[in-house]
Every structure is written in structure tokens, then in C-alpha cells.
């Protein structure tokens, strides 16, 4: 199984330009979900989508959009980059059950440099 | 709010040394607890997890204890080995609650030398 699969892995943007960071997940899983991961600061959560659908803001959502295009999918855009949004970006999922317990299962991670 | 709190790294050890990763929590409501552990390179993968009061989860070797009395759930394992260097992030999980339910702590890196 693949899981949850993010492209590309690696990409160097000059400051102002756009790009979209895309993510599939193969589990039928309902929410989604996109981090970043900076030294010293752990995972912050910049958007999720709780179900098909649906979109909410996270705890850094300034400076990134995001689109559920269908359960499977859920991409997260940069419209106009900055130095500041170099970082590892994850995507991760998971069924999105009621009781709290819920287990995320991450991509591999994709590593954005902002020049 | 929610928060997690965990002892800051990097943490080294001999291998078949004793690992300890302090973890405390702050949470509304009955959370459930996790770790996930980051190996160099590769995204976050579920280590063990606990629902409930007094329930211990463990696997690879590695235990915690949800400890409602003292908001903790710190990781221990009796004998490390190179293979467990990797991040470690305690995380929280609350029913209902926003940010897409799930808070991670900063991160512990353990690094295990022969």
C-alpha cells in the first residue's frame, strides 16, 4: 500500500513565485491534513480538512491555500513564496473518527527552499 | 488551551543505555495521548499510544503510562540500540477539539552511539 504519497520531495523557488505541493492518500481516509516542520518548533498544523468538502485554517495558515479536490487529494498552494515558508511540509490523514483516538498516517515529506 | 510540553534534546546515550523522554500535558477533556517517532529522512510514524487513564501502551521495546495525576506520559525503553536514533514528538489527541485535533509537542532527538 502506498499510504500517503506528497511530490515533489524537493523544490527551490525564488522569492515571488508560486507552487503547489500535492498529496494522495489510498486509505479512505477522511480528514487530511498539512504541517510544517522547522527546526526547534516541531510539526505546526497549516490547514486540514476534516472531510470531503471541507477546509479549515490551522495554526499558520498566512501565506498558503488549500484545495480538497476529492477524498483522495488535498493540495496545499503557495501563491506568492517567501523566505520565511522554507521548511519540510507533511501531509498526513486519517479516518477521522469522533472518538479523539485518531492515528495520523504522514507522507514522506517535501522540502521546500525559498531563495 | 491544549499544549504538550517535552524535554528538550538532543538527548545522547550509549547503546543498551536506559532512555527516558519527559512529556506533560495540558488539556480540556479526556485526551488521548500518542508518540510518534521520525527516522532521518522519513515522515512521522505512530510509536504507541494511550486512550485512557492508566493505560500503557507499548511497542519496539518502548512503554508509556497516561498518568492523569501528574498530566504526563513519559517514554521510556530498559536498552537502546543505534536503530532508535530518530525525533520523538508526544502528541495529544482531544474529541472535538479544533486545530485538527491532534498537538504535538517540539520534538526530542535521540542519538544513539555503538
Known amino acids: 500500500n502506498a499510504g500517503v504519497t506528497q511530490t515533489p520531495k524537493f523544490q527551490v523557488l525564488k522569492t515571488g513565485q508560486s507552487m503547489t505541493l500535492q498529496c494522495a492518500q489510498d486509505?479512505?481516509?477522511?480528514?487530511m491534513y498539512w504541517y510544517r516542520q522547522d527546526p526547534g518548533m516541531g510539526l505546526r498544523l497549516i490547514y486540514y480538512s476534516a472531510s470531503e468538502g471541507t477546509t479549515d485554517k490551522g495554526e499558520v495558515p498566512n501565506g498558503y491555500n488549500v484545495s480538497r479536490l476529492n477524498k483522495r487529494e488535498f493540495s496545499l498552494r503557495l501563491e506568492s513564496a517567501a523566505p520565511s515558508q522554507t521548511s519540510v511540509y507533511f501531509c498526513?490523514?486519517?479516518?477521522?473518527?469522533?472518538?479523539?483516538?485518531?492515528?495520523?498516517?504522514f507522507g514522506a515529506g517535501s522540502r521546500l527552499t525559498v531563495l | 488551551g491544549n499544549s504538550v510540553t517535552q524535554m528538550e534534546g538532543p538527548v545522547t546515550l550509549s547503546e543498551e543505555a536506559f532512555l527516558t523522554i519527559n512529556c506533560t500535558y495540558t488539556?480540556?477533556?479526556?485526551?488521548?495521548l500518542f508518540w510518534y517517532v521520525q527516522y532521518p529522512g522519513e515522515g512521522l510514524q505512530l510509536l504507541l499510544k494511550?486512550?485512557?487513564?492508566?493505560d500503557k501502551g507499548s511497542n519496539k521495546g518502548f512503554e508509556a503510562t497516561y498518568r492523569k495525576e501528574t498530566t504526563s506520559f513519559h517514554l521510556e525503553k530498559g536498552s537502546v540500540q543505534v536503530s532508535d536514533s530518530a525525533v520523538y514528538f508526544c502528541?495529544?489527541?482531544?474529541?472535538?477539539?479544533?486545530?485538527?485535533?491532534?498537538?504535538f509537542g517540539k520534538g526530542t532527538k535521540l542519538s544513539v552511539k555503538p
Open positions: 486509505m479512505n481516509h477522511n480528514s
Open positions: 502528541a495529544l489527541s482531544v474529541v472535538g477539539g479544533s486545530q485538527g485535533n491532534l498537538i
Open positions: 498526513a490523514s486519517t479516518s477521522g473518527s469522533s472518538s479523539g483516538a485518531n492515528v495520523l498516517t
Open positions: 494511550a486512550t485512557k487513564a492508566d
Open positions: 488539556a480540556t477533556g479526556y485526551p488521548s
